[in-house]
Protein backbone atom coordinates (compact mmCIF):
# COMPACT_ATOMS: atom_id res chain seq x y z
CA UNK A 1 0.00 0.00 0.00
CA UNK A 2 1.48 3.69 -1.03
CA UNK A 3 1.87 6.69 1.37
CA UNK A 4 -1.21 8.23 0.26
CA UNK A 5 -3.25 4.90 -0.04
CA UNK A 6 -2.34 4.51 3.73
CA UNK A 7 -3.62 8.46 4.56
CA UNK A 8 -6.94 8.32 2.89
CA UNK A 9 -8.46 9.82 -0.27
CA UNK A 10 -7.76 13.43 0.84
CA UNK A 11 -3.95 12.98 1.17
CA UNK A 12 -3.68 11.17 -2.67
CA UNK A 13 -5.31 13.88 -3.89
CA UNK A 14 -2.63 16.45 -2.33
CA UNK A 15 0.59 14.40 -3.64
CA UNK A 16 -0.52 15.54 -7.63
CA UNK A 17 -1.23 18.98 -8.85
CA UNK A 18 -4.54 20.27 -8.41
CA UNK A 19 -6.99 19.97 -11.86
CA UNK A 20 -8.50 22.55 -13.99
CA UNK A 21 -11.90 21.99 -11.42
CA UNK A 22 -10.30 22.03 -8.56
CA UNK A 23 -8.10 25.34 -9.08
CA UNK A 24 -11.44 26.97 -10.34
CA UNK A 25 -12.97 26.00 -6.79
CA UNK A 26 -10.08 26.89 -4.61
CA UNK A 27 -9.76 30.51 -6.86
CA UNK A 28 -13.26 31.25 -6.22
CA UNK A 29 -13.23 30.39 -2.52
CA UNK A 30 -10.11 32.03 -2.06
CA UNK A 31 -11.76 35.90 -0.76
CA UNK A 32 -13.87 33.61 1.22
CA UNK A 33 -10.94 32.54 2.87
CA UNK A 34 -9.16 35.75 3.46
CA UNK A 35 -12.07 36.66 4.94
CA UNK A 36 -12.13 34.17 7.41
CA UNK A 37 -8.50 33.84 8.28
CA UNK A 38 -8.13 37.86 8.42
CA UNK A 39 -11.17 38.17 10.85
CA UNK A 40 -12.66 40.45 8.60
CA UNK A 41 -16.60 40.90 8.14
CA UNK A 42 -16.79 38.01 5.83
CA UNK A 43 -15.97 36.04 9.02
CA UNK A 44 -18.52 37.03 10.37
CA UNK A 45 -21.13 35.80 7.14
CA UNK A 46 -22.26 32.69 5.58
CA UNK A 47 -19.55 31.57 3.15
CA UNK A 48 -20.67 32.63 0.10
CA UNK A 49 -19.83 30.15 -3.37
CA UNK A 50 -18.54 32.01 -6.07
CA UNK A 51 -21.15 33.26 -8.82
CA UNK A 52 -20.82 32.36 -12.64
CA UNK A 53 -19.90 35.66 -14.61
CA UNK A 54 -21.61 34.91 -18.00
CA UNK A 55 -20.17 36.22 -21.21
CA UNK A 56 -22.04 37.06 -24.98
CA UNK A 57 -19.04 34.98 -27.36
CA UNK A 58 -19.90 35.56 -31.10
CA UNK A 59 -17.67 32.94 -32.88
CA UNK A 60 -17.93 30.96 -36.25
CA UNK A 61 -17.62 27.03 -35.82
CA UNK A 62 -16.82 25.43 -38.73
CA UNK A 63 -18.34 28.01 -40.92
CA UNK A 64 -21.39 28.41 -39.10
CA UNK A 65 -21.68 31.80 -36.97
CA UNK A 66 -22.39 30.95 -33.31
CA UNK A 67 -23.93 33.04 -30.37
CA UNK A 68 -23.73 31.68 -27.12
CA UNK A 69 -24.24 33.01 -23.23
CA UNK A 70 -21.42 31.16 -21.95
CA UNK A 71 -19.66 30.82 -18.29
CA UNK A 72 -16.91 32.79 -18.73
CA UNK A 73 -14.41 29.80 -16.75
CA UNK A 74 -15.62 27.64 -19.60
CA UNK A 75 -12.81 25.59 -22.04
CA UNK A 76 -13.64 26.20 -25.74
CA UNK A 77 -13.27 22.16 -25.82
CA UNK A 78 -16.06 22.21 -23.20
CA UNK A 79 -18.12 24.46 -25.38
CA UNK A 80 -17.60 22.52 -28.52
CA UNK A 81 -18.28 18.98 -27.29
CA UNK A 82 -21.06 19.82 -24.68
CA UNK A 83 -23.02 23.17 -25.78
CA UNK A 84 -22.56 22.32 -29.61
CA UNK A 85 -22.52 18.43 -29.55
CA UNK A 86 -19.11 18.85 -31.78
CA UNK A 87 -17.34 15.49 -30.16
CA UNK A 88 -14.86 15.16 -32.65
CA UNK A 89 -12.67 17.18 -30.05
CA UNK A 90 -11.56 14.88 -27.42
CA UNK A 91 -10.40 15.44 -23.92
CA UNK A 92 -7.49 13.61 -23.22
CA UNK A 93 -5.70 15.10 -20.20
CA UNK A 94 -7.49 18.22 -19.97
CA UNK A 95 -3.80 19.84 -19.25
CA UNK A 96 -2.15 20.65 -22.77
CA UNK A 97 -0.46 17.68 -22.80
CA UNK A 98 -2.00 15.21 -25.42
CA UNK A 99 -2.86 16.79 -28.03
CA UNK A 100 -6.33 15.31 -28.22
CA UNK A 101 -8.19 18.44 -28.48
CA UNK A 102 -6.11 20.20 -30.82
CA UNK A 103 -8.63 22.63 -33.11
CA UNK A 104 -7.83 25.37 -35.25
CA UNK A 105 -8.57 29.20 -34.34
CA UNK A 106 -8.15 31.58 -37.29
CA UNK A 107 -6.22 28.52 -39.09
CA UNK A 108 -3.48 28.10 -36.31
CA UNK A 109 -3.70 24.87 -33.89
CA UNK A 110 -4.50 25.30 -30.46
CA UNK A 111 -5.16 23.31 -27.55
CA UNK A 112 -9.14 23.66 -26.63
CA UNK A 113 -8.77 22.72 -22.92
CA UNK A 114 -6.44 24.98 -22.53
CA UNK A 115 -8.02 27.82 -24.47
CA UNK A 116 -11.02 30.02 -23.10
CA UNK A 117 -14.31 30.02 -25.01
CA UNK A 118 -14.36 34.27 -24.76
CA UNK A 119 -10.70 34.13 -26.16
CA UNK A 120 -12.54 32.95 -29.34
CA UNK A 121 -14.64 35.96 -28.96
CA UNK A 122 -14.86 37.23 -33.04
CA UNK A 123 -12.66 34.12 -34.15
CA UNK A 124 -12.82 31.36 -36.52
CA UNK A 125 -12.87 27.78 -35.24
CA UNK A 126 -12.38 24.40 -37.69
CA UNK A 127 -13.20 21.42 -35.98
CA UNK A 128 -12.43 17.70 -37.63
CA UNK A 129 -16.34 17.89 -38.15
CA UNK A 130 -15.70 20.67 -40.47
CA UNK A 131 -12.44 19.54 -42.50
CA UNK A 132 -13.88 18.60 -44.96
CA UNK A 133 -17.86 18.82 -46.65
CA UNK A 134 -20.44 16.27 -45.21
CA UNK A 135 -20.81 14.59 -48.89
CA UNK A 136 -17.84 15.66 -50.04
CA UNK A 137 -14.58 13.51 -49.87
CA UNK A 138 -12.45 13.65 -47.48
CA UNK A 139 -9.68 15.96 -46.60
CA UNK A 140 -6.39 14.82 -48.26
CA UNK A 141 -4.90 14.07 -44.33
CA UNK A 142 -7.87 12.01 -43.22
CA UNK A 143 -7.98 10.18 -46.64
CA UNK A 144 -4.02 9.28 -45.82
CA UNK A 145 -4.62 8.18 -42.23
CA UNK A 146 -6.78 5.52 -43.47
CA UNK A 147 -4.39 4.37 -46.51
CA UNK A 148 -1.33 4.26 -43.86
CA UNK A 149 -3.21 2.69 -40.69
CA UNK A 150 -2.30 5.85 -38.89
CA UNK A 151 -4.74 4.96 -36.26
CA UNK A 152 -5.86 1.95 -33.96
CA UNK A 153 -8.30 3.02 -31.08
CA UNK A 154 -8.72 6.73 -32.85
CA UNK A 155 -8.92 8.32 -29.50
CA UNK A 156 -6.24 10.67 -30.51
CA UNK A 157 -6.68 10.90 -34.12
CA UNK A 158 -9.08 13.97 -34.65
CA UNK A 159 -6.60 15.92 -33.15
CA UNK A 160 -4.01 14.40 -34.53
CA UNK A 161 -5.45 15.27 -37.73
CA UNK A 162 -6.31 19.13 -37.19
CA UNK A 163 -2.48 19.24 -35.98
CA UNK A 164 -0.98 17.12 -38.97
CA UNK A 165 -2.94 19.70 -41.16
CA UNK A 166 -1.66 22.76 -39.73
CA UNK A 167 1.89 20.88 -39.82
CA UNK A 168 1.65 21.25 -43.38
CA UNK A 169 0.63 24.43 -43.52
CA UNK A 170 3.08 25.93 -41.39
CA UNK A 171 5.32 24.35 -43.63
CA UNK A 172 7.10 22.03 -41.31
CA UNK A 173 6.23 18.50 -43.09
CA UNK A 174 9.63 18.62 -44.85
CA UNK A 175 10.85 15.51 -43.90
CA UNK A 176 10.44 12.86 -41.02
CA UNK A 177 12.14 14.27 -38.72
CA UNK A 178 10.36 17.63 -39.07
CA UNK A 179 7.09 16.00 -38.82
CA UNK A 180 8.19 13.56 -35.30
CA UNK A 181 9.08 17.38 -34.57
CA UNK A 182 6.30 19.35 -34.70
CA UNK A 183 3.92 16.92 -34.03
CA UNK A 184 5.43 15.69 -30.48
CA UNK A 185 2.75 18.08 -28.64
CA UNK A 186 0.54 14.95 -29.82
CA UNK A 187 0.88 11.75 -28.40
CA UNK A 188 -1.09 8.51 -29.31
CA UNK A 189 -0.89 5.58 -26.52
CA UNK A 190 -1.50 3.12 -28.83
CA UNK A 191 1.80 4.24 -30.73
CA UNK A 192 0.94 4.69 -34.42
CA UNK A 193 3.32 7.00 -34.74
CA UNK A 194 5.06 4.95 -37.62
CA UNK A 195 1.74 5.36 -39.63
CA UNK A 196 1.48 9.12 -38.85
CA UNK A 197 4.25 10.12 -39.94
CA UNK A 198 3.70 8.23 -43.19
CA UNK A 199 0.55 9.73 -43.70
CA UNK A 200 1.53 13.61 -43.40
CA UNK A 201 4.18 12.73 -46.14
CA UNK A 202 1.79 11.39 -47.99
CA UNK A 203 -0.93 14.32 -47.59
CA UNK A 204 1.65 17.02 -47.73
CA UNK A 205 2.09 17.56 -51.46
CA UNK A 206 -1.95 16.63 -52.22
CA UNK A 207 -2.31 19.28 -50.22
CA UNK A 208 0.00 21.96 -51.66
CA UNK A 209 -1.37 21.07 -55.18
CA UNK A 210 -5.10 21.46 -53.97
S1 LIG B 1 -7.03 17.28 -23.70
FE1 LIG B 1 -6.15 19.13 -24.38
S2 LIG B 1 -4.05 18.67 -24.57
FE2 LIG B 1 -4.90 16.87 -23.67
S1 LIG C 1 -4.84 5.57 -32.09
FE1 LIG C 1 -5.25 5.06 -30.01
S2 LIG C 1 -4.42 6.75 -28.93
FE2 LIG C 1 -3.79 7.10 -30.95
Not at 92 to 98: E, L, P
Request: aromatic share 2%.
Amino acid sequence: MSNSEERGPDAARHDRPPTRREFVIAAGMAPVMMGVIGGGAMAQSEPVASAAITVAVRFIVNGKPQSLALDARSSLLDVLRERLALTGAKKGCDHGQCGACTVHVDGRRVASCLTLAVQVDHREVLTIEGLSPPDGPLHPMQQAFIDHDALQCGYCTPGQIMAAVACVHEGHAGSPDQIREYMSGNLCRCGAYVGIVAAIQDAAPKMRRA
